[in-house]
């Protein structure tokens, strides 16, 4: 598993991040030909801001939802242990499954016997939704939670599954869904990509290609944020003294004009000039969004800061992080899992110890996360989105884990347009297979950006010949959960 | 013809038996084999003159015998359908014998080709004109059968309607933005009747001679009688049909059809209950709450009526300017020209013309975020005359009540953000005001709990965010 965790030791280099910014900063200039601009252009004089898309910016429809969190569950969180109880499997525990249902083939195939969840499940809120002793924050918030019980992927195995749970496509290379919205609805910040993963620690198998842009310009990938004092290389400045800083740029900048009077119009040597100050303007803006020195411990202490877990520390960091780049405009930002010494929620074995390591890092700070942005009036427009990329079988691999099932997997969603305290969808006795409204991966792509304004059939890029869709050919928005 | 006549008899209730009418049902798809085994036929004849196609001059008699062979059945066919008396008749009369027209010609065909026969001067040319015409004119009489006759020319142009003798396209019904301009027939029951009733219960296609096309057509009823009793919804087919289980055998709308919406079922319950009157406004019949509510969805009525209609873009200038405030206009959809405007992440300060200038946009702008920005009371007097507002954020400023008064005039207002300022009582005076607001944010606020509760105990359904 060491590749994954060690994928991203190098941090995204100021220059690069700048790269990724600026054919974003092109298309907003673009919007403002429309007749609608997305920031200020006084600063950025001499043709900096060149379109780069013939795109018209902006939502289809009056959106419900600004911004996404996408909170990824790395690995495949068992959804008869958190949201989908089935008490046949206490009753029919330690009996072999084989012969009370068919068993597909699973990754590993060490197929043992039916297992109960080591949790127990209580009902909780005015919906009275079930949610088990791995979630007792969470529960708190099911008011406010859509939940499906019904999802399936068609991968059973990590990366293809991250694939096609980020892309809509089980194969490497498509644009990732955070790349699409930022395509269609552009960055509201000029000094931060529309686009943020917030590294939590784990990179998910597949790697970057789970955050690209694909075949959509590379102005739309994501940037990610790592967590702690450096998030992005070189953002503390080096120059001791600010002002020699300022005057070697100025410096630089009248070099650079010179030479642009001599050669006319050059888009090389204008970006270089605006990269160079929006750099300088990041080395404030960057630390000025990862230093929380506004935030009140009471904030603090909601999201988990005084938690005895340093996972459930970082966790609730990043969770704050997030809210932060909401408040600033950031469109769609995913935060990975931290790195817990139980390896994901990939527990093939030992699920009780792997699973509560697990829910114990981000239980607190997701609920911290839901309330405060409740409490400011932000989960109006903005969506948290909770899932892995597939479920896990309700029988044991071994002795004590969970195998990988694709047939079947809960997520929830909460915040903006979403309907607070629904169930959608059923599986059946054993939590095994989706009997009722099966959501695929599609479906749930299209309903979220059914959410941000985006009729996920009109946002289309023409590549190889073809108007590609995040969807494909597929996707139903699920009215149900919708309020 | 006696084993057709056993084959009738056998049917249930002096209609025709099952399996006639199973055949019947073909008759749609085989009537396609004809057409286009034919209309080649006669293409190839026309072709073979050339040399190039001289080759395939010998096989044109297996065309023409492959056209006549399918003529025969999609007849037969056509035939047993017509036993089920669904059809207008003079249509149907025309469409039979046309359709017989073009089984005899391609007959003549297939042994003239055979035989080899000639026929004096122009007698083939004239014969295959002859096939092809019968089977377009038989094809287009079959459509207006199916389909009704209003269908072909239902988008055409004016003038080719007006040329085939229809006229102009009905100009639809303005669409209701008021409740008490909705007249309870034109825009309610009609409506429905049309588009859930009127495919199969029309002028030409009149299943179960009932035809709903009009109101008059409408009370005359159906083979079985009445299928409306005024005052009775319980005694009228019409409504018993509807609201039977989906499954059971004599549920309407039939054949696989989209079933009526909830809502729909009980509006004509209601039109029924009251005497189904066939004109009137809505709101003088006495409606009470729960079936206004119903009308006012299917309507969309219960959605902003902000929203439903059409500004006019906004003017260049002002997003030039409000940009160079520091404003980041956002488009909200990309049929109407609705702005959000966001100063939330200005890096410049809040000057007094920057609000005037915003008042420009008085007309598109329905979201307003000025969180954040050092808004005061002073500058609530300008925010507050931005009618359109639906949404307006003013979290994080130091606003007081006096502050909120100015508020007022926001009659569109659906959610309002005043998270971390300093307003108080003055809620207590403002909420009442806002005849549409829904979502109240006042968690970190001088207000406290007593005015929480005085607030919900008022509005009921206003969701209060408070901590």
């Not at chain 1, 252009?41 to 429809?61: D, E, F, W």
């Not at chain 1, 630089?252 to 119009?265: C, M, P």
């Not at chain 1, 607070?420 to 695929?440: L, P």
């Not at chain 2, 429905?192 to 179960?208: A, E, P, T, W």
Request: aromatic share 10%; glycine share 8%.
């Amino acid at each position: 598993m060491s590749k994954y965790h060690n994928f991203m030791r190098r941090p995204l280099s100021r220059r690069e991040m700048l790269t990724v910014c600026k054919g974003g900063f092109g298309s907003l200039a673009f919007m403002s030909l429309f007749g609608v601009s997305t920031f200020s252009c006084s600063r950025s004089k001499g043709g900096i801001l060149a379109p780069t898309s013939n795109v018209q910016l902006g939502p289809h429809y009056l959106p419900k939802a600004k911004n996404v969190i996408f909170l990824y569950m790395d690995g495949g969180v068992s959804q008869v242990d958190s949201f989908d109880p089935k008490p046949r499997l206490a009753k029919e525990n330690g009996q072999d499954p084989r012969k009370k249902f068919k068993v597909d083939a699973t990754q590993f195939d060490n197929v043992g016997k039916i297992l109960k969840s080591p949790w127990d499940f209580k009902q909780y809120g005015e919906c009275g939704m079930p949610v088990s002793d791995l979630f007792p924050h969470i529960a708190t918030c099911v008011d406010d939670i859509a939940l499906i019980r019904s999802m399936t992927s068609q991968f059973p195995e990590h990366t293809n599954a991250n694939y096609f749970l980020h892309t809509g496509s089980g194969l490497q290379g498509r644009p990732s869904m955070g790349s699409w919205m930022t395509y269609g609805l552009g960055s509201e910040n000029k000094n931060i990509p529309g686009y943020v993963v917030l590294d939590g620690g784990l990179i998910p198998p597949g790697g970057l290609d789970n955050f690209k842009n694909g075949f959509l310009p590379a102005s739309y990938q994501a940037s990610i944020l790592r967590a702690g004092p450096q998030p992005v290389a070189n953002i503390i400045p080096k120059e001791k003294i600010p002002n020699l800083q300022e005057q070697k740029l100025d410096f630089i900048k009248q070099l650079d004009e010179k030479q642009l009077e001599a050669v006319g119009e050059a888009d090389a040597i204008e970006s270089a000039i605006s990269n160079y100050e929006l750099a300088y303007k990041m080395q404030s803006s960057i630390p000025e969004l990862t230093e929380f020195k506004e935030e009140t411990e009471a904030t603090k202490k909601l999201y988990g800061f005084d938690s005895d877990d340093p996972h459930t520390r970082g966790y609730a960091a990043q969770c704050l992080l997030a809210r932060r780049l909401v408040e600033r405009g950031v469109r769609f930002i995913e935060l990975t899992c931290p790195k817990v010494s139980a390896d994901r929620w990939d527990q093939h074995g030992n699920l009780k110890d792997g699973h509560e390591k697990n829910a114990h890092a981000v239980d607190q700070p997701i609920a911290g996360l839901l309330k405060d942005l409740k409490s400011r009036g932000m989960l109006e427009e903005t969506l948290v989105v909770w899932t892995g990329e597939f479920g896990r079988t309700p029988f044991a691999q071994g002795l004590d884990g969970r195998d990988h099932n694709p047939s079947a997997f809960s997520m929830w969603m909460a915040g903006a347009g979403i309907k607070g305290g629904t169930i959608f969808g059923k599986t059946d006795e054993y939590g095994y297979r989706v009997i009722e409204n099966e959501v695929t991966v599609h479906d749930l792509h299209a309903t979220i950006m059914h959410l941000m304004g985006i009729d996920h059939e009109r946002l289309t890029f023409r590549f190889g010949g073809r108007d590609m869709r995040l969807t494909d050919v597929h996707g139903h928005v699920i009215k149900d959960v919708l309020a | 013809m006696n084993v057709l006549s056993m084959l009738l008899i056998a049917g249930a209730e002096g209609g025709p038996s099952d399996f006639l009418m199973f055949l019947g049902r073909i008759h749609p798809l085989v009537v396609h084999l004809p057409i286009g085994f034919l209309l080649l036929a006669a293409l190839v004849e026309w072709v073979v003159k050339k040399p190039q196609f001289q080759p395939i001059k010998n096989y044109t008699y297996y065309l023409w015998g492959l056209g006549s062979i399918s003529a025969f059945f999609a007849v037969l066919f056509g035939y047993f359908l017509s036993l089920s008396g669904d059809y207008n008749e003079s249509t149907l009369f025309w469409h039979k014998w046309v359709g017989v027209a073009v089984l005899l010609f391609s007959l003549v065909c297939y042994f003239l080709s055979k035989k080899q026969w000639k026929l004096p001067a122009y007698g083939k040319p004239v014969l295959i004109f002859l096939v092809v015409f019968a089977i377009f004119y038989t094809g287009h009489l079959g459509g207006n059968l199916t389909h009704g006759s209003t269908y072909l020319l239902e988008y055409a142009p004016n003038v080719v309607r007006n040329f085939a003798g229809m006229p102009d396209k009905a100009v639809p019904r303005e669409k209701v933005t008021v409740l008490d301009s909705a007249d309870v027939y034109l825009d309610l029951i009609s409506p429905i009747l049309d588009r859930r009733c009127v495919s199969c219960h029309n002028d030409d296609k009149k299943k179960g001679d009932l035809n709903l096309n009009t109101y008059a057509n409408l009370v005359l009823g159906g083979e079985s009688g009445e299928v409306m009793v005024p005052g009775d919804s319980n005694a009228s087919d019409m409504y018993r049909r509807i609201t039977l289980p989906e499954t059971h055998d004599e549920f309407m709308p039939t054949e696989g059809k989209p079933p009526l919406s909830a809502d729909e079922v009980a509006m004509i319950g209601w039109w029924i209950q009251v005497q189904a009157p066939s004109r009137g406004f809505f709101v003088d019949l006495e409606p009470d709450e729960e079936i206004k509510n119903k009308v006012e969805k299917y309507l969309g009525l219960d959605k902003n009526q902000l929203l439903s209609q059409t500004v006019q873009p906004a003017k260049r200038e002002v997003v030039d300017s409000l940009s160079n405030f520091g404003f980041i206009l956002n488009s909200l959809m990309s049929d109407n020209h609705f702005l959000e405007a966001n100063f939330s992440l200005s890096e410049q300060p809040l000057k007094p013309q920057v609000l005037e200038t915003l008042y420009g946009l008085n007309e598109q702008l329905i979201w307003l975020n000025m969180s954040n920005s050092d808004v005061e009371d002073v500058h609530l007097e300008q925010i507050g005359k931005l009618e359109n507002l639906i949404k307006l954020n003013l979290s994080t400023n130091a606003i007081t009540d006096k502050g909120l008064v100015h508020l007022a005039r926001l009659q569109n207002l659906e959610s309002l953000n005043l998270y971390k300022t300093k307003v108080s009582n003055g809620l207590l005076e403002l909420v009442p005001q806002l005849p549409n607001l829904k979502r109240l944010y006042i968690s970190d606020t001088q207000a406290d709990s007593t005015i929480v509760a005085q607030l919900q105990q008022q509005h009921q359904d206003l969701l209060i965010e408070f901590d």
